[in-house]
């Protein structure tokens, strides 16, 4: 069960980092609030009523979530995001927007980061209470 839980909060990661960045590329205000629930969601999937469950499935996860944007990025999945209909010489990425896009990319992973250790906490404290009663 723990094995599915990571693989499925690791795919659903990668999966909301594309469309945050799209998000952010679309200009719309509201990214990185759709990027804390994902994570927060995520995390709260992770959270166990014992710590070191918590700690394992929220780093394993965290781990898959970076492996596959280290892979998925060299498929040119940004740029096909930023532009849509092909590159061009007068569209080509410069310096100054290869340094933004790789700013929003480093805030989408903090924040994801963030909410999921936040959402597996929380997570996993409520279920510990539960357990308690």
């Known amino acids: 069960m723990k094995g599915s839980k990571i693989l499925i909060c690791g795919a659903a990661l990668i999966i909301m980092h ?9 200009g ?5 609030l759709v990027t804390a629930a994902a994570g927060a969601v995520c995390g709260g999937v992770c959270g166990e009523s014992k710590f070191i469950g918590t700690a394992v499935n929220t780093v394993l996860t965290l781990v898959l979530y970076a492996a596959l944007i280290f892979m998925t990025g060299r498929l040119n999945i940004y740029e096909q995001i930023m ?5 061009t010489e007068e569209n080509y990425l410069s310096a100054s927007n290869q ?3 790789g700013l ?9 980061v963030g909410s999921v ?3 597996a906490a929380v997570s996993g404290e409520i279920r510990n209470i539960n357990e308690q009663k």
């Open 18 to 26: 594309y469309i945050d960045f799209m998000l952010f590329d679309k």
């Open 28 to 32: 719309f205000p509201g990214a990185l």
């Open 83 to 87: 532009f849509p209909h092909g590159m």
């Open 99 to 101: 340094a933004a896009a």
């Open 104 to 112: 929003i990319i480093m805030l989408i992973f903090a924040v994801t």
């Open 117 to 119: 250790i936040l959402g």
